[in-house]
């Protein structure tokens, strides 16, 4: 193999970069050349692409976000899309393609795979930490330290003033950093996706903590949970209690930042081994962790399965909240 394409897409993770340096390096030890595309898909469609080499990939391990950017791109979903960018690697004769992104991004690669037949690794870049088939996902570390400083801090204000805090954390379809953060955070209770919130049944698990002595309260919200956002939830605790409540969403702020020394390391792992894998001839997988060790899934169950939530960690939060 001696020239291969690497995008970021999706949406940004720091550690992203920690992957890039990995996968340009380690290519530059098998003389295989990178071709980097900006923005993703769309980056790859319209050929806006950069060679790289030691030199563009030095000084960014601990920047956050991307340096090739990213970005959604709804016209690769078409199949004129896909030729598009077909049509990309063959004029730059790219013999294979590094996708780092969720599985929105190894589906696309998927696809491109299979139409093209060119060689695909993907490498598992969301803050998210859902994706089938690893144990771990570049940038959810440095988000999860994120929402823990944050509930740190909002602690300090809630005892001081006696009150409830609402703290929304990202989390669309998966709790994955709700449940670490009310975890790591000592959080009185922790709302996911994945099981089902019943207001009443919290409201009296926070009286029940009140009448134990605790003067303050904190609960970690999932944004996508049944019951609704942080803003829906206080509602409806207002409409059944007099209690001053206060409501803090943490946002986006969760994917920036520079990434933690874990993440640094697990990125810098990932796009080592996805170097190494295409060299070898393995493609239509995504490379992650499975007990801290290497491990492939095919792409195909990445996008088309669901990580399950951890039980246990469900019942250890239950356990030490109350």
């Not at 692409?49 to 920047?63: C, E, Q, Y």
Request: proline share 1%.
């Amino acid at each position: 193999m001696k020239k291969i394409g690497l995008l970021t897409s999706g949406g940004d993770s720091s550690g992203m970069n920690a992957a890039i340096r990995a996968v340009v390096r380690t290519a530059r030890v098998y003389n295989i050349k990178v071709i980097g595309f900006k923005k993703g898909y769309c980056g790859l469609i319209k050929d806006d692409s950069v060679a790289m080499n030691s030199r563009t990939v030095g000084n960014i391990i601990n920047l956050g976000g991307t340096i090739l950017q990213t970005a959604r791109c709804p016209e690769f979903l078409e199949t004129k899309g896909i030729r598009k960018a077909a049509a990309v690697l063959e004029k730059h004769r790219l013999e294979g393609l590094i996708v780092i992104g969720g599985d929105g991004s190894m589906h696309g690669l998927s696809e491109l795979i299979e139409q093209t037949g060119i060689a695909g690794i993907g490498i598992p870049g969301t803050i998210d930490n859902d994706l089938y088939g690893t144990d771990y996902t570049i940038g959810f570390d440095t988000a999860l330290n994120v929402a823990v400083d944050a509930i740190d801090r909002l602690r300090d204000t809630a005892t001081s003033h006696e009150r409830l805090f609402l703290v929304e954390v990202m989390g669309r379809q998966a709790g994955y950093i709700a449940l670490y953060t009310g975890i790591a955070g000592g959080a009185e209770e922790v709302l996911v996706p994945e099981t089902i919130s019943h207001i009443d049944l919290l409201i009296e698990k926070l009286k029940k903590g009140h009448q134990k002595g605790k003067i303050s309260s904190i609960v970690v919200i999932a944004e996508g949970d049944d019951a609704g956002g942080a803003f829906d939830i206080e509602k409806k605790i207002r409409k059944k209690t007099a209690w001053e409540t206060r409501v803090s969403i943490l946002g986006h702020i969760q994917r920036g930042g520079k990434p933690t020394a874990i993440d640094r390391i697990n990125a810098s792992r990932l796009g080592v081994a996805a170097v190494e894998a295409i060299r070898k001839g393995i493609t239509l997988k995504m490379v992650g962790l499975d007990r801290n060790e290497i491990s492939f899934v095919h792409l195909k169950d990445v996008w088309s399965k669901k990580r399950q939530i951890s039980s246990e960690l469900l019942k250890i939060s239950e356990i030490l909240s109350t």
